[in-house]
């Protein structure tokens, strides 16, 4: 099993920043590609920001320019600094990880962490 953490979240001003940070551990040989996603209240799950092993990113318009993904493979962790927050980017915040162990792959979540942007 793979477990993800993640921590960061909390409650800013429409302007501010916050950095979340998600650490994997558990049954782990590799992991390839790690990723942010985020479900509003009534909304479905979007894609925030991935960023693969090697290093490469890629963003959901809406955050580009605001928001900076960010990987340390040796801690098995994945980070986010969000910057210029807005109101609109109040959510659950969820970690995603494709993990493999041996010839094992799997794909897994955190539990979320929330972010309330208040105008």
């Known amino acids: 099993q793979v477990q993800l953490v993640e921590s960061g979240g909390g409650l800013v001003q429409a302007g501010e920043s916050l950095r979340l940070s998600c650490v994997a551990s558990?049954?782990?040989?590799?992991?390839?590609?790690m990723a942010w996603y985020r479900q509003a209240p009534g909304k479905q799950r979007e894609l925030v920001a991935r960023?693969?092993?090697?290093?490469?990113?890629n963003y959901a318009d809406s955050v580009k320019g605001r928001f900076t993904i960010s990987r340390d493979n040796a801690k098995k962790m994945v980070f986010m600094q969000m910057t210029n927050l807005k109101p609109e980017d109040t959510a659950v915040y969820y970690c995603?990880?494709?993990?493999?162990?041996?010839?094992?792959?799997?794909?897994?979540w955190g539990q979320g962490t929330q972010v309330t942007v208040s105008s």
């Open positions: 995603n990880a494709d993990v493999t162990y041996y010839t094992t792959y799997s794909n897994n």
């Open positions: 558990g049954r782990i040989s590799s992991i390839n590609a």
């Open positions: 960023i693969t092993r090697g290093g490469s990113t």
